[in-house]
């Protein structure tokens, strides 16, 4: 099972852009990568996701290096609004249904 | 498009009570899981369904059994509550037929168990 390590947590300021960084030094072949984002009292939200390289959407952009054992989730000028805990999860519902989720990264964003 | 939908939203029992948390999902998604997320643990599996009829275990699974008898319900139950089972449960729910479709999740159930 991929277990995953992100920092604890993270400050930034409105209109930064905020990279964080996942490890996951143990993916399997068939193992993508998936990003959530939570609120308080909500459940996670999912960002995005991907398998290898660089995959983008109207949020945020995922970076996959190579070898697959990081990947970064960038988030372009963010807000007040963008302050949540972000999570990386590694895995494969098809083939291992034993998601195994990581503590987070806690973003804050300040004015 | 309601989603996931979890009851009720707040739960107080006294140890040794009994009750069924109740997940919904309109998504037709064979996959169904129960977590909870208790503070600086992050989310935890307790039980997980590929389909009706179809359960198994998560990471911590005693206190707590599940039934799928739909595609559309998985409810948990915990048979005789812990003050260890205070916590915010979340259902979440996905097709399983590929693995790269995501989780969603419905909003949580917070439980108090004294």
């Known amino acids: 099972l991929a277990k995953t390590t992100q920092p604890i947590s993270m400050d930034s300021y409105e209109g930064q852009e905020v990279n964080i960084t996942c490890s996951h030094n143990?993916?399997?072949?068939?193992?993508?990568i998936t990003w959530y984002q939570q609120f308080p009292s909500q459940g996670p939200r999912f960002i995005i996701q991907?398998?290898?390289?660089?995959v983008t959407n109207e949020v945020a952009s995922l970076f996959i290096p190579a070898d697959r054992k990081s990947s970064t989730l960038s988030l372009p000028r963010v807000s007040l609004s963008d302050t949540a805990v972000y999570y990386c999860?590694?895995?494969?519902?098809?083939?291992?249904?034993?998601?195994?989720w990581g503590l987070g990264t806690s973003l804050a964003v300040n004015p | 498009n309601a989603g996931v939908t979890q009851t009720p939203k707040f739960q107080v029992l006294k140890t040794g009570q009994s009750m069924t948390l109740q997940c919904a999902q309109d998504?037709?998604?064979?996959?169904m899981s129960w977590y909870r997320q208790d503070p600086g643990m992050g989310l935890r599996l307790i039980h997980y369904?590929?389909?009706?009829?179809?359960?198994d275990q998560g990471e911590v699974p005693n206190g707590y059994n599940v039934s799928r008898s739909t595609t559309e319900d998985f409810p948990l139950r915990l048979l005789s509550a812990a003050p260890s089972q205070t916590s915010v449960y979340f259902c979440?729910?996905?097709?399983?037929?590929?693995?790269?479709?995501?989780?969603?999740f419905g909003n949580g159930t917070r439980l108090t168990v004294t």
């Open positions: 979440a729910s996905s097709y399983s037929g590929t693995g790269d479709l995501p989780l969603h």
């Open positions: 998504m037709n998604h064979e996959y």
């Open positions: 369904s590929v389909g009706a009829g179809i359960t």
């Open positions: 143990n993916i399997a072949t068939n193992d993508y």
């Open positions: 991907g398998y290898k390289t660089k």
């Open positions: 999860l590694v895995g494969d519902i098809r083939n291992n249904r034993k998601l195994i």
